[in-house]
């Protein structure tokens, strides 16, 4: 939209949510650090967001897209858990249209885009940057409202963020008028933050063309708008603004990096939501073990010497702090799910998944407990977090939930996203798999689940490689990855040494042949049996062929046992050279 980065690439925002995970907002990933390794995992539909990315006090993520006129999407639940948007989540249907305080003829969409009467830009635009504001040197009101620019517009559209039983509407805090709007042609806001200091910041482009060559060739609309005002003759004036209030101060510039976690602790509970986060992710950084016992004090709500009377969101934030030292455990858990803030509740279930995820039956029933809460962002967080468990217990407390609040509109709305989210997996394998006996469509569908949490971190979900050349796509490779199985194999057990087809990636092929025989078996028969079928061409071979596609384990051992003494990686050169079975 804004920025020419190079093709390929895509524009990304990124964004360290409370739940120390770095969601983005283009590709259908997250990344967390942990042990000093920079961990990926995979999101079911992608967060489908375009430029801004921000979090609230508790972890809620607001995504934005410009391309779709959005200006705003993706904030009611986690995408980790899928896709839920409401088309009736904007005031009263009137969210959408903007309110610019000068003429704005250089439209991309022409003059269908412009109100009649003044020639003011009538809907969205280019919504992005958007942020929640979460200091404390502006009045409080602003506190937790939504932020988002249209540079277009030339404005900054201030919401309200308000929860209806669970479900989240955005509403214009001002009636036909915006928070800030500018009579500068080149009043380009791209971005807003909040500030150590309290304050809210504001990125200024500060440009006078704002649309992509692709948009403004000769004799486009736009380009004689350029010419026309001479939009074209500003450039390279950049700025950023800090939004300040008469009469009060800016709060002091932090320290946060020279100062001992102790310290680092009581800044859990500043009011300024900057130097809680700064604070949370510099404990865990340091991995400083020593604070542990202070912080499960105050996620309890204990008074204790570095902080006297933890608040709720310093609770929220010693809770995370656990989580991202790996030192969470049960009791505090079980005790933080009986706190009397409803979002403390909620960050305790939202983290208990790591025992759910186990089938834990003593986390399942302490979840239980909270069947009834008041709070439906506490019900919403207990369905979706129970979605991972197995068990026919949890089962029965999410439909005993949602059978007693069948009127409500978030839970409707999260269990249909969940139903989504498994019909995504069965459209994507289930008429391909129609055809196969239950042994090798077992071993296809585990094959599926390894490589979604192993291989796609680096090939990418959808096997097209990700947007910065970790890995090699394996999509659209199909000749490659179908012909030679024995070079498939030896790939999967000692590892690959580029360069591929004359290309360097970031990586190198890592060596998996600690695992077991069935579970290469299973991954490449994934691999080949989707590529595969992808491919038109081979998909007449398919069925026939399915002996030469998939691999069995007993292939696998084949070749272990061929290749025992090889301990380094392969390179294509070798594997070719000792190729002498072609399957195709
Ligand atoms: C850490 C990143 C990483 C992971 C995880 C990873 N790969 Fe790779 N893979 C690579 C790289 C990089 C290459 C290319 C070799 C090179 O450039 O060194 C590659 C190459 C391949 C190739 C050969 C592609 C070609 O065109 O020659 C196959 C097949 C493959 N990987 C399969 C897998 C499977 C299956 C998994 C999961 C079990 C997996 N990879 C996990 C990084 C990774």
Redesign the pocket.
Known sequence: MILGFPEGINEQVRDLNLDNWIYVTVDPVRFRYRNDVLQVDTLISGSNGQWGLTHDNFGRLFFSNAGAENAGSGFQINPVYGQLDFNDAYDDGTFGKVWPIIKTPDVQGGIDRLRNNDSTLNHFTAACGQSIFRGDHLPKDLVGNYLINDPVARVIRRAKVINKSGKIILENVYSKQEFIASTDMNFRPVNTYTGPDGCLYIVDMHRGIIQEGAWTGPDTYLRTQIMRLKLDQNVQHGRIYRLGYDGMERGPKPQILNEPTKKLVQYLDHPNGWWRDNAQKEIIRRDDQSVINSLKRIAIGEKGSMLKQPSPLARIHALWTLEGLNSIDKDILFAAMQDKDAQVRRTAVWISEYFIKKDDEQTIMKVQELKDDESYDVLSQIILSLSYSKTDKAKAIMKEILAKNSKNEMLEGIQKSLKNNQEEEVKKFGSMLANLNVTNRTMILEGAI??KS??A???GVDGKGLFNS???P?VG?YE??LQNKDA?IK??LNG??????GK???????A?GANSNEWIAG??SF?RYDLALSNSSSKEHAPGNLSKILVSPEQVKKIRDQTAKRKSPWT?AELEENSHTKDF
């Open positions: 390894t490589y192993i291989c971190n680096c090939h970790v890995a090699p394996l490779n490659r990855m498939m790939i999967l690959l040494k580029g360069p591929v087809e360097s990636y970031l990586d190198i092929m890592p998996m991954v490449l691999i294509w």
